[in-house]
Every structure is written in C-alpha cells, then in structure tokens.
C-alpha cells in the first residue's frame, strides 16, 4: 500500500465508464495543467491507485459497471488514500450525506471551467 504521508503528486485518476466522457474528462485534466490517468471502473481505479503513489485527486462519475460505483470508490479512497482529494460527477441526484467528507460534487453536464477551476484547487 502506498505511503500515506508520501507528498501528493500532481495526478488525477478520471474513472469514467463511458469512453467520450472519459476523453473530455481527460482534456479538462489537462487543460488544468495536470497530468491524467484513465480508468474505466472503480476497480480498475483500486488498481493504479495501489500502484501509483502520485495521484493527488479522483475525478469519478456515480453510475458505472463493477463492484462498486463511484461513491464506493470515494469512499474506499477516503478510507485507503486519506490525502487524495474527490471530485464527483453525475447526471444523477446525489444526496450530499451520501458522499465522504471534502468530496466536491459536480452535476452533469458541469460547466468545464468550474471543473479545471476545481480540479486546480484540490490539487494544490
């Protein structure tokens, strides 16, 4: 398991299940000056993130396929990876208690401005 008193990187994991969104969430990643990893599911996301030890913040989607969706995922990173940071998206309602503490949520479509704008913030 990574350290969890490692110094953050300047990563941010996008898991998104639908392979459009999963590009433009790419390029909004990158249009705020940070560098992407890509992943299809939640699980695949477990994968990098006990790989990788430079992933400063998840950017996730609610609804996909596997053994969890995005707000488990969020939750088992706020358990694992306390000091990555979360932004959550969905074109679904959310209800704020069901997201883990310092989440920020975004729903869809998000304009792409507050996204980079956001994405910045929590990297910093």
């Known amino acids: 398991m990574p350290e969890q008193s ?6 941010v994991l996008v898991v998104e299940d639908e ?9 909004l990643v990158e249009d705020a000056g940070l560098h992407p990893l890509l992943a299809g ?15 400063c ?10 053994s969890m969706d995005g707000v488990g995922l969020a939750e088992a ?30 729903h869809k479509p998000y304009p792409s401005e507050a996204i980079i704008s956001a994405l910045r913030e929590l990297a910093a």
């Not at 490692?6 to 990563?11: A, F």
């Not at 392979?19 to 390029?27: R, T």
């Not at 913040?57 to 596997?66: A, I, Y």
């Open 77 to 106: 990173v706020r358990e694992r990876w306390p000091p990555i940071r979360l932004l959550i998206v969905s074109g679904h309602l959310v209800k704020g208690s069901e997201l883990p503490d310092g989440a920020r949520f975004f």
């Open 57 to 66: 913040v998840v950017f996730t989607d609610v609804r996909m396929p596997g």
């Open 6 to 11: 490692s110094p953050r990187g300047s990563c």
């Open 41 to 55: 599911n939640a699980d695949e996301a477990i994968r990098i993130l006990e790989a990788r030890q430079d992933v």
């Open 19 to 27: 392979p459009m969104l999963l590009l433009m969430a790419n390029d």
